[in-house]
């Protein structure tokens, strides 16, 4: 393999990223997020392309001469010795994961293997090429993960900080939880120079239409049911994916080793009150854009009705976590983070992403796309 580095192209001055699931949601936003702030760093994706990875999501990227992308499995280490230790990198940024609670319920293995067994084998890799062999580099191995970790919060309860004790309720937060132990472990025991990060619940481009709020915007779209879980009032914080990626950055910049910061929007709300605003807002971009219109005939505003009229009540999801909230004060105090956008501004630039984007989203829903739902509930 011939590396970036000995082609040349690489900057001296800069970082050298392992980006894996970089083809996913916020692995893409992160990417992207990035190669737009620090241009001079390079930038190495790995991703298996599960159902969830997508190489459009990465458009404009795979031309930048600071830019690789590996089609890949985390678990394969000897793969992810050979990239680290022959393109020189020097970060690992671990999206790749399994995130959707749904599937994890219906099907936990693959949660296990990639969250979990996955994340060990990253760790092994990293251990081996920036410890074992002596490189003495400066390193970094940021793990992503989630507030699900700390499980559900009552009404009242104060929100979730790093302290919190964990307590995962589903297959996919309680896989989070295990990867998250084996990061920390492999710090206090083999000094692996390690930071995680735990946010809240992400919203913005390129997610894909199976999480609740691109759900619902394309469904409105397609004058399809909008599936409200049990009784639509579970509350999670929204973040919109760039003040994800700045928080990350942040991290990787002043974070110190072997700390846990906690990501989030302060922003929490139930979901049938997004839904609500989702269909608001839907409505008002259709009723002010006549190509918009002939885009979506099918769409409630265009038969006269408002999108809420789609919104069907359905079964609860098993071990549904009521509420999360998530307290950043650390990340505030020790890094300067604060999210940029507010969930008003970002909501909008969301909806105008989909609408806009109808291609990316037309060609996940031909490919394998099918919703929890309609797998499991068609009947
Ligand atoms: P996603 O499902 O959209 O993307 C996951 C990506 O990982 C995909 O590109 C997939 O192809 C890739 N992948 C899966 N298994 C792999 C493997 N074995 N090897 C290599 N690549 C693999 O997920 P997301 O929403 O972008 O989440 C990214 C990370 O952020 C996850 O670790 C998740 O737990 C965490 N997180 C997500 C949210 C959220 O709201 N989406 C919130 C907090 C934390
Ligand atoms: P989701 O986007 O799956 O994220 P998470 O489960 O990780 O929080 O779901 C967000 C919330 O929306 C969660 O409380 C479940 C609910 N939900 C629905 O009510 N209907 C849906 O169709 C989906 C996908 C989610």
């Not at 580095?5 to 949601?25: D, H, I, P």
């Not at 499980?151 to 307590?167: K, Q, R, V």
């Not at 999670?236 to 760039?242: A, G, I, S």
């Not at 918009?292 to 265009?302: D, E, I, K, T, V």
Request: charged share 20%; glycine share 10%; aromatic share 10%.
């Amino acid at each position: 393999m011939v590396s970036l580095r000995e082609k040349g192209l690489a900057s001296s001055l800069g970082r050298s990223l392992l980006v894996t699931g970089g083809a996913g949601f916020i692995g893409a936003n992160f990417v992207h997020y990035w190669l737009g702030h620090h241009p001079q760093d390079r930038v190495v994706v790995l991703d298996a392309l599960t159902y969830a990875g997508n190489m459009a999501s990465l458009g404009g990227c795979l031309e930048q001469d600071n830019f690789r992308f590996v089609h890949g499995d985390i678990g394969d280490q000897d793969l992810v010795e050979t990239l680290l230790a022959e393109e020189g990198l020097d970060t690992v940024v671990n999206f790749a994961a399994e995130s959707h609670v749904d599937r994890s319920i219906h099907g936990p293995d693959p949660f296990v293997t990639t969250n979990v067994v996955g994340t060990h084998s990253l760790l092994k890799a990293a251990k081996k090429v920036w410890l074992d062999g002596g490189s003495g580099r400066p390193h970094r191995f940021h793990h992503v993960s989630t507030d699900e970790v700390y499980g559900s919060l009552a009404p009242e309860e104060p929100s979730f900080t790093e302290t919190s004790p964990y307590a995962p309720n589903s297959p996919y937060s309680a896989s989070k939880a295990a990867s998250d132990h084996l990061v920390r472990a492999y710090h206090h025991t083999y000094g692996l120079e390690v930071s995680t990060s735990n946010c809240s619940n992400n919203y913005g481009p390129y997610q894909f239409p199976e999480k609740l709020i691109p759900l619902i915007i394309l469904n409105i779209l397609e004058a399809k049911q909008l599936p409200i879980y049990g009784d639509g009032l579970n509350i999670r914080d929204w973040l919109y994916v760039e003040d994800h990626c700045r928080g990350i950055d942040l991290v990787l910049r002043k974070g110190r080793a072997g700390e846990v910061y906690n990501i989030g929007g302060n922003n929490e709300w139930p979901n049938i009150e997004i839904v609500r605003l989702v269909c608001a807002l839907v409505d008002e971009r259709l009723g002010a854009s006549e190509p918009l219109r002939q885009r979506f005939p099918r769409s409630p505003f265009c038969l006269g009705r408002t999108a809420e009229s789609l919104i069907t009540f359905v079964k609860d999801r098993p071990g549904h976590d009521r509420r999360y909230a998530i307290n950043a004060g650390k990340s505030r105090n020790e890094l300067g983070y604060a999210p940029l956008e507010s969930f008003e501004t970002g909501i909008r630039k969301t909806i105008d992403w989909y609408l806009a984007s109808e291609a990316w989203w037309r060609a996940v829903m031909n490919g394998s796309y099918r919703t929890w739902l309609e797998m499991h509930y068609a009947s």
